[in-house]
């Protein structure tokens, strides 16, 4: 026996909340007559991930399928069965557990659901008991998706988290933690991490950097240049979708030296909001220096003597000095590699003449950092040095555990510098380990890691693949506790 046939099923975009902020639209329809009434108990095979929905309801074995997340956060649902089923709760849980589906659990629901329409959508409060707990939750859902966010927003919802049943009840059975993302939209690149909070710590769920270059040209006019707006919104846009669609509870996004620099910053800040609606904190060198401090050391563990933690970026480099865990002092330096790349040409070949210029010009701006008691241990991070070591190891796909700890030398550094000004652009992308996005910008940033090996008077620094972002999402996310992410392995 056959169940509907789901391939004819229009999907509808859903939007679900849960707790507290179920009281205001409960208030508002407390005086309304529910359209439907419907009592009935349903079991969940609820799954870490959250991306499918796997249920028994009304005597129909049930699975849909995360297919779409808009830039409102809205998400389309895909069927993709419906079969009769005698299946009990014993039977799921019996299922699970032959297949050892150690990320999965069976939970027993009883919704008492009632039914409306708000603004030509559906809309449904539910009283959930789960495992024996009362949750509460509303939900509208249309084919229209600007129907859905109207109505939204005329309930007063707008800036609550989208959260669907299989990850509340991943959440309430102890599968899945909240979840959370953090944009850092660099000079370069733009940067995303997303991870959840379990019992034993952050779990990475994504963790990748697209490169826009927002700074083209910004160190000659001061402004931003309308292309590199426009594709650094769309990379922020599309990452959006993608830590909503990991389930992230919000996001937060940061600018750091391009959009400090640029004149005209509020034009890129704008259009972020209006697009995909999220506000880009422009923050200052000083915070930039601090959080990429506690990411790179907490990733370290406790470290003795004195530390210096350098960030190379596309528009500026961080310092942060300590001994031990304390921090003596914190400062930002506008260097980076897209300034250098354009002033001297190192998009492509150049004599080694050139390159000692780009260095001395280097040097000069990081006069700030010399003269100072030589550091036990620098640690690196930043797109420039983890590129670097990616080349050293020759990984043909990045491999953060192999790059977090690599050292780099002054020999590996100057053979890399020597190699890459060999090279046009185009060749560059073909070097094993190199993003290829970075091959106009890689030898500025190798020069720049080189004079800061001179200014500090150090053989070498250790690269750490942590960035401001493993810090400010565990500090916004988990309000304590050191940023996520592994230790450092030397290599």
């Known amino acids: 026996m056959t169940g509907p046939d789901v391939s004819k099923v229009v999907p509808r975009w859903e939007w679900r909340t849960w707790g507290d902020a179920v009281a205001g639209p409960a208030a508002r329809l407390a005086g309304t007559t529910p359209e439907a009434v419907h009592d009935g108990d349903e079991i969940y095979l609820v799954s870490r991930d959250g991306e499918d929905t796997v249920k028994v309801r009304d005597g129909l074995f049930d699975v849909k399928r995360l297919e779409e997340v808009d830039d409102d956060g809205l998400e389309r649902w895909r069927p993709l069965l419906k079969r009769p089923s005698t299946l009990t709760m014993d039977d799921v849980r019996a299922f699970s557990g032959s297949l050892r589906l150690t990320e999965a659990r069976a939970v027993g629901v009883h919704k008492h659901r009632r039914r409306y329409t708000i603004g030509g959508c559906a809309a449904e409060l539910t009283d959930v008991i789960a495992d024996g707990a009362a949750l509460r939750t509303f939900a509208i859902e249309s084919e229209d998706a600007a129907?859905?966010?109207?109505?939204?927003?005329?309930?007063?919802?707008?800036g609550h988290p989208n959260t669907s049943y299989p990850r509340m009840l991943g959440r309430h059975v102890g599968l899945a933690g909240p979840r959370g993302a953090?944009?850092?939209?660099?000079?370069?690149?733009?940067?995303?991490?997303?991870?959840?909070?379990?019992?034993?710590?952050?779990?990475?769920?994504?963790?990748?950097a697209v490169v826009t270059?927002?700074?083209?040209g910004l160190d000659e006019t001061g402004a931003l240049a309308p292309a590199?707006?426009?594709?650094?919104?769309?990379?922020?846009?599309?990452l959006v979708r993608e830590a909503r669609r990991a389930?992230?509870?919000d996001v937060v996004a940061v600018?750091?030296?391009?959009?400090?620099?640029?004149?005209?910053?509020?034009?890129?800040?704008?259009?972020?909001?209006?697009?995909?609606?999220?506000?880009?904190?422009?923050?200052?060198?000083?915070?930039?220096?601090?959080l990429g401090h506690l990411a790179a050391t907490s990733g370290?563990?406790?470290?003795?003597?004195?530390?210096?933690?350098?960030e190379t970026g596309g528009g500026s480099s961080q310092f942060t000095f300590g001994d031990g865990e304390r921090v003596e002092e914190r400062f930002s330096i506008d260097l980076g590699a897209v300034g250098l790349t354009e002033r001297h040409g190192l998009d492509g070949p150049v004599p080694l003449t050139v390159v000692e210029a780009a260095r001395a010009d280097a040097a000069s701006a990081l006069g700030r950092v010399g003269g100072r008691l030589r550091p036990d241990v620098v640690v690196a991070i930043g797109g420039a040095v983890t590129n670097l070591a990616a080349v050293k190891h020759g990984l043909t796909e990045y491999d953060p555990?192999?790059?977090?700890?690599?050292?780099?030398?002054?020999?590996?550094?100057d053979g890399q510098i020597d190699r890459y000004r060999r090279m046009t652009a185009d060749e560059r992308r073909a070097v094993p380990g190199l993003q290829p996005l970075r091959a106009e910008v890689i030898l500025a940033g190798a020069v720049i890691v080189r004079a800061i090996l001179d200014a500090l008077d150090v053989p070498a620094v250790t690269v750490s693949t942590r960035g401001l972002r493993h810090a400010l999402l565990a500090e916004r996310f988990a309000g304590e506790g050191s940023a996520p992410g592994p230790r450092f392995r030397r290599r």
């Not at 953090?182 to 963790?207: H, P, Q």
């Not at 590199?228 to 599309?238: L, N, Y």
């Open 147 to 158: 129907a859905v966010v109207r109505a939204r927003r005329d309930l007063g919802l707008e």
């Open 182 to 208: 953090v944009i850092d939209v660099g000079t370069n690149s733009v940067k995303l991490y997303v991870a959840e909070r379990t019992r034993r710590g952050w779990r990475t769920l994504a963790d990748r």
């Open 213 to 216: 270059r927002l700074g083209e």
């Open 228 to 238: 590199a707006v426009t594709r650094t919104v769309d990379a922020v846009c599309d």
């Open 247 to 249: 389930g992230a509870a």
């Open 255 to 290: 600018g750091t030296a391009g959009l400090r620099i640029a004149s005209d910053a509020a034009t890129f800040t704008d259009a972020v909001r209006d697009r995909c609606g999220i506000q880009v904190e422009v923050i200052s060198g000083d915070e930039e220096s601090r």
């Open 300 to 310: 370290a563990g406790r470290a003795d003597g004195r530390v210096v933690v350098v």
């Open 401 to 413: 555990e192999v790059v977090e700890g690599t050292v780099l030398d002054r020999a590996e550094i």
